[in-house]
Every structure is written in structure tokens, then in C-alpha cells.
């Protein structure tokens, strides 16, 4: 009877944690509810549902940058992989779970990139995610002496995977190489391990790895490259940024859930590092690898991605235009100071209040492009993450802009009502 009383009170009190922080949460507008949901897409556009109603939105959020998940090509091979092998792996890929499907695309990617005459080979992974969580910590987990150089704008998978290593993380100032090179000269780690992404997704701006590289050289660091929104869009065939400037990092990641239009992800490295990190990545010996069909399709994707330069420079041109038409309409306060020349472009508001409602009204005036607040981003640098795709037209974009322009026309005019956003106005827009 104590036993129970005592696990009852004990679970009284977990929830009264929880409930108290949910109420913080709130208070501080930083509650996170689910989006309605899409029962039509079409990449930019589609109809979302939320508590029975309908409404066509265009989209300006979504990382499906060539609309890859919407090509039949692509979709035939998903059918025809899951009538092949089913509609998953059933085990870890060191168990029973490794197809031919995995094989064909891991030698897919061997031609694809070159590695053979490169020294280098390919691991796939479930997700970026669970690569940088798996990856940085076996690394950097079993040396005596390691330190981790990490951008401070770096994504949260990166973030993770150095805090599950638990050695020393030094992180640098964002794209500062001098900062990087005064924190990699004082180093006396025996590995050192230099980590960044190539593009920022938060941001939208590239790092400056010829310098990286540089600096890894010269100091004997190992250089790990996260490509996941540069992939398919940047580089010959769209390899990444790495490519498109000539760099050759020691370790790259690449995922198949953006520009691709799948699930999943890829790191390329030198051989007997695979070959380390198949018997030390706790995320790849632990989780049931990838369903079959999602590979095939994969290969694919990259396939057709390679031959379509047109659909990758239009992603990039779409985006130029959008930058242009925002500063035409006086809206530069609200870019990055710095240059940005990707397909994603940050519109920054500061107030995660104002972030919420001006996500809000644009969803009311028909676009859908979601918040993004702390801890994604900085406290005081909520914004609207506005990203373009291939299959976005100039009006498509023109009509976005002359709504958001209005939006910010009133908020200066301070006739925009905006204050403490309503919990069911939060969890209509997510």
C-alpha cells in the first residue's frame, strides 16, 4: 500500500513538473503545436485540414526544393521496390537487413561521387539526424585526446553529436575563421575534429570552407561537412557546396529527405573510417536500417537530379527573385546584413509574438510559411524561414510578397493587432 501511494505521489509530482513547464512554455509563446495537416500537395501548393475545415495554401516552406517527391519516375520506384522486397527491412543492416537495394545504392553513390580512385567510400544512415549523433561521438569517443571546432550556428544534430561525445567542444564565432584558427592553435588534442554546415539552414548563408580547409590542414584537423540543404541544388550534378568549390572535406554528410524528396541520409568518407564507423556508430549498428524501396528510389532521384540542371538553377533564380522583390518593397531591414545566395532566405522579426502572427495572417491570406522561434533560432531573432522551390512560378512569388509587404505596412503603422497570440490561433498555424 505505501508502495502505491508513494509511486502515486511521485507521479503526481511529474506531472505537476510538466504542466508547469507547458504553462511557462506558453507564457512565452514558445508551445509548439502541430500544423494542420496536407490532404493535397502538390510542392507549392496543396490543401491542409485542421478540425474539419479546408484551405488551399501556396507554400513557402518546405525543403522539397525540386519537387522530387511529386515525380512519377520517383514514385514508380517505391511501388515497384515495395512489390520487390516489401514494405520494410525487418533488422539493423548488420542483422538481416541489408537488401541488394541497399548495396545498389551505396554503389550508386561509389560512381556518383567518384570515391573509388578517391580512397573513399559510403555508409548509409536513417536520417542527417541520426548520423551526426551516431558519427561525432564515435569519432571523437574512443581518443584519449579530442576536441570538437564547431560553428555556433550549426544544426542541432551537429549540436548533439558533440555533447554526446563528451570531450571538449570549442565553438567558434559564425564563419570566423580567425576565431576558429586562435581556438585550433591553442589546441593540444590529439584528434582535432573541425564541424560545420554548408549552408545554414536557419540563415541561408554558406560557409566559407576553402578557408576551413585550410586552417584543417594546417593544424591537422579532420573536416566534417554537413551538405544536407546544399545537396542537389549546388555543385556539378548538384554534389553540394563542397564541390562547387573545390573543396574536398575528409568526412561529408548528405541527406535524402530535401532537395532528394525521401528519407534517409549518406556519409562519405576515407575507407577504413566506414569501416570504423560500421562497428562504432551507435545509430547505425542500432537501428533497423532503411525499407529497400526507399533506397531505390533514392538512386533515382539523384539520377534525374543530375541530368536536370535547369530545374536546380531555377530553385536559385526563384530565390533571387524573391530576395529582390522584398527589397523593392522595403523590406531589406528585415534580410540578413550579410549577402545570402541560396534557396533559403530568413525574413527576421525579432518577437516571437510578431513571428507567430505574422505566420498567422499569412496562412489567412493563403500562404504557409511557419515561425521559427527560440530554440531554433536566438531569442530576439524569430523569423519567417522563407524557402523557394523549382515549382514555384514569379507570380507565385509576386503574390507572396505584396501579402507580406501589406502585413509589414500595417505592423509599422502599429494598426496590426498582435499581442499574446491566442493558444487556438497557435495551434491552428502549429
Known amino acids: 500500500m505505501k508502495t502505491i501511494l508513494f509511486l502515486k505521489f511521485t507521479i503526481m509530482g511529474l506531472e505537476s513538473i510538466f504542466d508547469f513547464e507547458v504553462e511557462r512554455l506558453e507564457r512565452e509563446n514558445l508551445l509548439r503545436f502541430l500544423p494542420p495537416y496536407w490532404v493535397e500537395y502538390n510542392v507549392s501548393r496543396g490543401t491542409v485540414e485542421k478540425d474539419g475545415e479546408k484551405k488551399e495554401v501556396f507554400i513557402f516552406c518546405s525543403n522539397d526544393y525540386l519537387g522530387m517527391t511529386r515525380r512519377k519516375e520517383v514514385a514508380q520506384e517505391i511501388i515497384e521496390g515495395v512489390l520487390r522486397y516489401g514494405s520494410g527491412s525487418g533488422a539493423a543492416r548488420l542483422v538481416s537487413g541489408n537488401f541488394k537495394a541497399h548495396q545498389e545504392f551505396e554503389d550508386f553513390i561509389r560512381y556518383f561521387f567518384e570515391l573509388t580512385k578517391k580512397g573513399k567510400d559510403v555508409l548509409i544512415f536513417n536520417s542527417g539526424w541520426c548520423a551526426n ?24 544534430s551537429i549540436i548533439d553529436g558533440c555533447r554526446l561525445s563528451k570531450v571538449k567542444v570549442s565553438v567558434f564565432r559564425h564563419r570566423d575563421c580567425n576565431h576558429l584558427e586562435s581556438l585550433l592553435s591553442r589546441s593540444s588534442a ?10 545554414f539552414s536557419m540563415d541561408g548563408d554558406i560557409s566559407p ?6 586552417l584543417c590542414e594546417r593544424y591537422s584537423a579532420l573536416f566534417y561537412v554537413d551538405e544536407a540543404h546544399a545537396f542537389g541544388i549546388f555543385g556539378e550534378k548538384g554534389k553540394g557546396i563542397s564541390d562547387e568549390l573545390g573543396v574536398e572535406p575528409d568526412i561529408a554528410l548528405f541527406t535524402l529527405s530535401k532537395a532528394v524528396g525521401l528519407y534517409g541520409a549518406f556519409l562519405i568518407a576515407e575507407k577504413n573510417l566506414i569501416k570504423f564507423l560500421r562497428s562504432r556508430a551507435r545509430s547505425f549498428i542500432f537501428s533497423t536500417s532503411l525499407p529497400p524501396f526507399i ?26 527573385f524573391l530576395r529582390n522583390r522584398l527589397k523593392e518593397k522595403g523590406l531589406s531591414s528585415f534580410l540578413t546584413s550579410f549577402p545570402v545566395t541560396t534557396q533559403i532566405t530568413p525574413f527576421i522579426l525579432g518577437d516571437s509574438v510578431l513571428a507567430l502572427s505574422v505566420s498567422r495572417e499569412l496562412f489567412e491570406r493563403g500562404f504557409f510559411v511557419q515561425a521559427i522561434r527560440y530554440p531554433s533560432v536566438p531569442r530576439d531573432k524569430s523569423r519567417l524561414r522563407i524557402t523557394v522551390t523549382s515549382e514555384h512560378s514569379r507570380e507565385d512569388i509576386a503574390l507572396f510578397v505584396e501579402a507580406l509587404a501589406d502585413i509589414m505596412f500595417h505592423v509599422k503603422q502599429g494598426n496590426f493587432s498582435y499581442g499574446k497570440v491566442e493558444r487556438k490561433n497557435s495551434e491552428k498555424m502549429g
Open 133 to 156: 549523433v551516431g558519427v561525432i561521438p564515435a569519432i571523437c569517443g574512443g581518443v584519449e585526446s579530442a576536441e570538437i571546432f564547431s560553428d555556433e550556428l550549426n544544426h542541432a
Open 190 to 199: 590529439k584528434l582535432k575534429l573541425v564541424v560545420v554546415d554548408s549552408i
Open 209 to 214: 570552407l576553402k578557408d576551413i580547409r585550410f
Open 295 to 320: 533506397l531505390s528510389a533514392a538512386k533515382k532521384s539523384i539520377e534525374i537530379i543530375g541530368r536536370e540542371g535547369e530545374r536546380r538553377r531555377k530553385v536559385l533564380e526563384n530565390a533571387s
